[in-house]
């Protein structure tokens, strides 16, 4: 079942790279984009939703990472798992979060 856990070590990063802008946005008193807002992933929700959001996302991705399976971060194939969910969730949310924050570049006429 190691492919399991290379799957889960991979969502595992995922979430808890997406608990960082949430996390800090909340913690920083701005509101952010967030399942929860209206419309969802393009409202923005208020600080306080957004560290709850953060914190449930670190929670998941602790869970992931380290219950499932026996995490070895000196495993190149444990690593390289953890490492591709969080750079495949870092690439998507620049891209969403981007359209609204002008991370994205604009294009000149």
Request: hydrophobic share 50%; proline share 5%; glycine share 14%.
């Amino acid at each position: 079942m190691q492919w399991l856990h290379l799957v889960s070590w991979f969502f595992g990063g995922a979430f808890c790279t997406n608990a960082v802008p949430h996390f800090v946005a909340g913690v920083m008193g701005a509101p952010f984009q967030s399942p929860f807002a209206k419309p969802p992933g393009e409202g923005l929700s208020s600080s306080t939703v957004n560290v709850l959001w953060g914190f449930a996302n670190l929670v998941v991705g602790y869970v992931l990472v380290c219950h499932v399976g026996d995490f070895d971060l000196r495993s190149a194939s444990d690593a390289a798992s953890l490492a591709l969910g969080i750079l495949a969730i870092g690439l998507l949310s620049a891209r969403l979060f981007g359209r609204f924050h002008g991370g994205n570049g604009q294009k000149h006429s």
